[in-house]
């Protein structure tokens, strides 16, 4: 059930019990505005939200049970990538720049690959290849990429990355480029608001690395998988990952803890490319 089909659903159900929706939208806590906004789908319902509407309405538990679920389940939605290709990859750039300009702080974790946003553009183009994009594509998506990464010299935003060490040592170009690439984390690390900390190999883990994910203020999780890229809105399953995010930003090494490690393995690179 989408988030159309639930809103005609709780709509359907406060008509067949004769309550008006003023009535309804006082005893659910809400205003009338959010419950019209909830109705017509211009608005998506929390499971909390469907509870106390149906409270109000008067419904059996099993009836809000099952709406409940139902909430849960249209608070996430998926995308697969085959119809983001489809559509343009660059498009979807360009969303994730609309959504970055208006967050206040981003959380990202990554225990696969460089973050976007601290990406090279060689190490872009290496990712993006994997896409089998045309290369008129692959220019567009690449140069959105690029675009985006002036939200880091945006002062008012608060920007946090976790990265596990994998991360820095994955071969995605060549080694004078790994290093390249290496020294832009370090870099970037200075700047005031961003805070970029690396969870090291050395340590006890009591976390799974599961997958990479990104936390835009409190309100949404986008999650990338194999097949799709997974939209998270429902709070509590946004807490779980903001749980997750704090758990590995805690054991992580930080400022110039952090950057002695980058550049040790910089420096790797540097003598693997000076040998090569």
């Not at 159309?4 to 709780?10: E, F, Y």
Request: glycine content about 4%; aromatic content about 4%.
């Amino acid at each position: 059930m989408n988030r159309a089909q639930l809103g005609a659903a709780l709509r359907a159900l406060r008509v067949a019990s004769s309550k008006e929706a003023k009535a309804v939208a006082r005893s659910a806590l809400m205003s009338p505005s959010k419950l019209s906004k909830i109705e017509n789908a211009k608005l998506a319902a929390s499971a909390t939200d469907v509870e106390r509407i149906l409270t109000a309405i008067g419904v059996s538990d099993e009836v809000k049970a099952e709406y409940a679920e139902a909430a849960r389940a249209s608070a996430t939605e998926a995308t697969a990538w085959r119809l983001l290709k489809r559509i343009g990859v660059h498009k979807g750039q360009q969303a994730a720049k609309a959504l970055e300009a208006q967050m206040s702080m981003l959380r990202l974790f990554q225990p696969v690959l460089v973050p976007g946003l601290l990406q090279t553009p060689e190490y872009i183009r290496a990712v993006l290849q994997r896409h089998n994009l045309s290369e008129d594509a692959l220019t567009r998506t690449l140069s959105g990429r690029l675009e985006r990464q002036a939200v880091l010299y945006d002062n008012a935003k608060a920007l946090r990355f976790v990265i596990t060490e994998p991360v820095l040592r994955w071969r995605i170009v060549p080694p004078q480029m790994m290093a390249a690439q290496l020294d832009r984390i370090v870099s970037i690390s200075r700047l005031s608001h961003v805070d970029i900390r690396v969870v090291p190999l050395r340590i006890q883990q009591h976390d799974i690395a599961n997958h990479a994910f990104v936390i835009r203020d409190d309100r949404m999780v986008t999650v990338e998988t194999v097949h799709a890229e997974v939209v998270v809105t429902n709070p509590r399953d946004v807490g779980l990952y903001v749980d997750k995010f704090d758990g590995f930003e805690r054991v992580a090494l930080s400022g110039n803890e952090m950057r002695s490690l980058v550049e040790g393995i910089r420096d790797d690179f540097l003598r693997e490319q000076e040998t090569g």
